[in-house]
Structures are given as structure tokens and as C-alpha cells.
């Protein structure tokens, strides 16, 4: 029961942020919330016991490409 509270709590936080990277006008503040949608992502991987992607789309995804786009940005 508590895993799919967790499994809703993250699916809601995905969903919000996508809809504001989305309709964000500054794209650094759509970085950031990429950043949150992707962390999200990693949530549901730790949720399904899948550690190593979740640490993968943590060092990758938002370590490499939110950080590169923010750095590209300023």
C-alpha cells in the first residue's frame, strides 16, 4: 500500500513537472524543472528496485545534461 502511495506521489510530481518545462518561458527554469521531472523518473526506478538505473539517470541524465544546459545558458 505504502509503495503505491510513493508510486502516485512520484507520478504526480513527473507530470507537474513536465507540464512546466513545457510551458515555462524561461529555459532556465525549464532546465530546472527537467531536472525535477528526471529526478522523478529515478524515484519510480528506486520504486521497481531498480537501483542502478536510478543512480545512472541521477549521475547522467541530471548530473550531465541539466547541468550542461545550465552552464550553456549562462
Request: glycine fraction near 6%; charge should be neutral.
Amino acid at each position: 500500500m505504502v509503495d503505491l502511495i510513493l508510486f502516485y506521489f512520484w507520478a504526480a510530481i513527473i507530470i507537474i513537472a513536465a507540464i512546466f518545462t513545457v510551458i515555462s518561458k524561461n529555459i532556465y527554469h525549464s532546465a530546472l524543472w527537467l531536472g525535477l521531472t528526471l529526478f522523478g523518473v529515478a524515484g519510480i526506478f528506486v520504486l521497481l528496485n531498480a537501483y542502478f538505473l536510478a543512480g545512472i539517470q541521477v549521475l547522467i541524465y541530471i548530473g550531465a545534461v541539466v547541468v550542461l544546459t545550465i552552464f550553456v545558458i549562462t
